[in-house]
């Protein structure tokens, strides 16, 4: 499992954003049953820098707090045997790892949302983390019923590594 995080604020977490990042991604491929080594691109942003990608990638001329970018089509919500048939096109050829794509997290979001719900920055950010993992697994929240399903699975998911709203 490879992740790459790119920060292009100054801002710094009390927490190291990488293990986060890789705790998170292990346990959401473990639960999804994923059985690849994979690879994660995450890039933290301020409201600005996230307002631009949205307005560019979603028509959306606002900020928002993390943007998803699945690398794989799913035809259904994590079945992993979609990429066997474009083996060239789902696994990087030096690694052989499974590309899921790419995470964008605003910092400015991260500290205002933990603020509004009243707990960490740390489980804001692992929540944005998990929301996002979710969607490189081919994900949505598009009705209640999607969105109720990829709650419960957020929830699981950090439970598990006892990331809780009181961490």
Do not use: W
Not at 89 to 97: A, I, T, V
Not at 117 to 142: I, N, P, Q, T, W
Not at 148 to 153: A, D, R, S, T
């Amino acid at each position: 499992m490879t992740s790459c995080v790119e920060n292009e604020t100054n801002v710094t977490f009390e927490f190291d954003v990488k293990e986060i990042l890789d705790l998170i991604m292990e346990q959401v491929l473990l639960v999804e049953g994923c059985p690849y080594e994979a690879q994660v691109n995450l890039l933290l942003t301020d409201n600005a820098g996230i307002h631009a990608f949205n307005r560019q990638y979603r028509q959306v001329d606002s900020p928002t707090d993390v943007l998803s970018f699945p690398m794989i089509d799913f035809e259904k919500e994590a079945d992993f045997s979609i990429v066997e048939e474009r083996e060239a096109d789902y696994f990087d050829p030096d690694s052989g790892e499974l590309l899921l794509g790419d995470i964008i997290i605003s910092v400015d979001k991260v500290a205002e949302q933990a603020l509004k719900y009243g707990h960490s920055k740390k489980r804001e950010f692992a929540f944005l983390v998990a929301h996002s993992m979710y969607h490189l697994c081919g994900y949505d929240h598009m009705t209640k019923e999607e969105a109720h399903l990829m709650e419960k699975k957020q929830e699981k998911v950090l439970s598990a590594l006892g990331i809780t709203r009181f961490t």
